[in-house]
């Protein structure tokens, strides 16, 4: 099916919730495609350890008392320091305890995916691209000279965009009122977050940058300072007064004079 | 489309030092000597500001038995983002000015945000564009919602 110049190979992987997407561009091999395998069992794998909806998860029988975490898979210590680090770099707007409940998902989904992204990436999968359900890691390029685009999803119109991001190397986390219902608290007032519709963080690293999106999200308002206040990171955010914003240094693709962008 | 731009953290740095200076009005003249108490450390309660006689002390630092008058510039202050300092202007013991002499300016700090409505792409457009579109990042969506999805869309495309 992928074909040298212009190939992919699709994969979609529902897990987690939601539905993962692998794309890869790299001429397929043997090698990447039993890596693919392993990141579909990856995420599966981490479904199970990490799920707060599976009584018996690891997190939820950690968070239960009945088990330690010395006795957890490491990757759980993993998962919660980052969540230490994150909530540290964010001012207490990063929790892995809301309601007081140990509850790491803010973490896991970007985490995985990421991970998933490097098992690819190592088996020879240079170029591809993987989307969790709205977050997104890029590796490599969508084609020979041809930078991965990525479309902003209109939070108010269904089907359409805002804007297009793009670059190689990309990490693209939305954070916004999910369509799965559950709304972001801040943490710091326990209240839910106003302010922002939706809140996108641009950076390398997606583990990072979609801790990041739901840390900034929960601020609102603040989040404009926060984030043109940290290196590596670029933003869009939407208002629920109807307007956005953006930080200057964010990879825009311009559409280079095709009809209808602007 | 619209377009303000907005100053950030800059303002934010300038803001939260004009609120620290605030309870100083009243005890500013005692706050006489040639960059005294400027303890640097971090924080916004360190910004001590003084009359200063070099640069920017444009006006006469006069203290009368109404208050302070005058052009002062306030030490550096070392904030998370970088050094600020900032110049106000007192007339008679009150705040009637505040200029921003150094702000954060590495990279990736101070940075100023584009303002502007809600930009919409359509389908039609981007389909009349050609524009090639590799996938995209939104709220989390859930497994039924996929289904339908642009995501959807692209994903089927493949081949």
């Known amino acids: ?262 | 489309m619209r377009r303000a731009v907005l100053t950030t953290s800059a303002t934010v740095a300038g803001v939260g030092l004009l609120l620290a200076l605030k309870p100083h009005h009243g005890g500013l003249a005692a706050a006489s000597g040639p960059s005294g108490g400027g303890s640097g450390g971090a924080g916004s309660g360190s910004a001590t500001v003084a009359p200063h006689g070099s640069s920017g002390a444009s006006g006469s630092s006069k203290t009368s038995g109404t208050g302070a008058n005058g052009t002062y510039t306030g030490d550096v202050v070392d904030t998370r983002y970088g050094p600020v300092q900032v110049q106000v202007t007192m007339k008679r013991g009150k705040l009637t000015g505040v200029k921003v002499l150094q702000a954060p300016s590495e990279n990736g700090r101070d940075r100023r945000l584009a303002e502007m409505s809600i930009p919409r792409l359509t389908q039609a457009a981007l389909a009349a564009g050609n524009a090639r579109i590799d996938t995209v990042s939104g709220a989390t969506y859930t497994s039924e919602g996929y289904i339908g999805s642009l995501q959807s869309a692209l994903d089927k495309a493949h081949g």
């Open chain 1, 1 to 262: 099916m992928a074909e040298s110049g212009g190939g992919r190979e699709v994969r979609v992987v529902h897990v987690m919730g939601t539905v993962v997407s692998f794309d890869v561009r790299t001429p397929m091999t043997p090698g990447i495609s039993r890596a693919l395998d392993a990141a579909e069992e990856r995420l599966r794998h981490v479904d199970a350890v990490f799920s707060t909806y599976r009584p018996d998860s690891e997190i939820s029988r950690l968070a239960d008392g009945t088990l330690t975490l010395d006795a957890c898979r490491p990757e759980v210590g993993e998962v919660l320091g980052l969540c230490a680090r994150i909530a540290e770099e964010s001012d207490g707007r990063f929790t892995w305890t809301p309601g007081g409940r140990l509850d790491p998902s803010g973490m896991v989904k970007g985490w995985a995916a990421e991970d998933a992204s490097d098992l690819l990436f190592e088996a020879g999968a240079t170029d591809h691209c993987v989307n969790a359900g709205g977050d997104v890691q890029a590796r490599g390029s969508a084609g020979p000279g041809l930078p991965w685009r990525i479309g902003l999803a209109h939070p108010h119109h269904r089907g359409d965009l805002m804007t297009v991001v793009t670059g190689t190397d990309i990490a693209v986390a939305t954070s916004g009122t999910s369509e799965r219902g559950g709304h972001i608290v801040d943490p710091r007032s326990g209240h839910p977050a106003t302010g922002l519709v939706s809140l996108t963080l641009v950076g390398r690293h997606l583990t990072h940058v979609d801790a990041l999106a739901t840390a900034g999200f929960a601020m609102g308002d603040a989040a404009r300072a926060w984030v043109s206040a940290m290196p590596g990171i670029e933003a869009f955010g939407v208002t629920t007064d109807g307007h956005a914003w953006q930080t200057p240094g964010l990879p825009l693709w311009t559409g280079g004079g095709t009809a209808g962008l602007g």
